[in-house]
Nanobody
Framework: QAQLVESGGGLVQAGGSLRLSCAAS????????MGWFRQAPGQEREFVAT????????YYADSVKGRFTISRDNAKNMVFLQMSTLKPEDTAVYFC???????????????WGQGTQVTVSS
C-alpha cells in the first residue's frame, strides 16, 4: 500500500512556474506507475501526466504538453511535476496517484494523495 503526500502548490501569476512534489511511503514505490491529476471547482478530476516505473514511458494531457514535465526519483520515493508558462485555466487542486500500470485513466489508480492547491492569477 502506498501513502502519498503532495506539496509545492501555491499562488502564482500567469506565465510563472511551480514545481509540485509527491512523497511516497513504503518500500514498493518502484512497483508503481505514478500520475498527476487535477480537479477544478465544479469539474471532474482530469488526467495531467503519468510516468512509468522506470521513467521510460511518459504521457501528458494535450492541455499541458510542452509546458509541464513529470519526473521521478526512485531512490527518494518522489515524483515531481514541473509546471511552466502557467495559465489561469491551470488553477485546480493537483493530486498525485499510484497505479500498477501506466495509464491516463483515473480508474486505474489505486492510491491518491490529499491534493495541493495551485492558483494562477491573470
Amino acid at each position: 500500500q502506498a501513502q502519498l503526500v503532495e506539496s509545492g502548490g501555491g499562488l502564482v501569476q500567469a506565465g510563472g512556474s511551480l514545481r509540485l512534489s509527491c512523497a511516497a511511503s513504503g518500500r514498493t514505490f518502484t512497483s508503481y506507475a505514478m500520475g498527476w491529476f487535477r480537479q477544478a471547482p465544479g469539474q471532474e478530476r482530469e488526467f495531467v501526466a503519468t510516468i512509468s516505473r522506470s521513467g521510460g514511458i511518459i504521457y501528458y494531457a494535450d492541455s499541458v504538453k510542452g509546458r509541464f514535465t513529470i519526473s521521478r526519483d526512485n531512490a527518494k520515493n518522489m515524483v515531481f511535476l514541473q509546471m511552466s508558462t502557467l495559465k489561469p485555466e491551470d488553477t485546480a487542486v493537483y493530486f498525485c496517484a499510484a497505479s500498477w500500470v501506466v495509464s491516463t485513466q483515473r480508474r486505474e489508480y489505486s492510491y491518491w494523495g490529499q491534493g495541493t492547491q495551485v492558483t494562477v492569477s491573470s
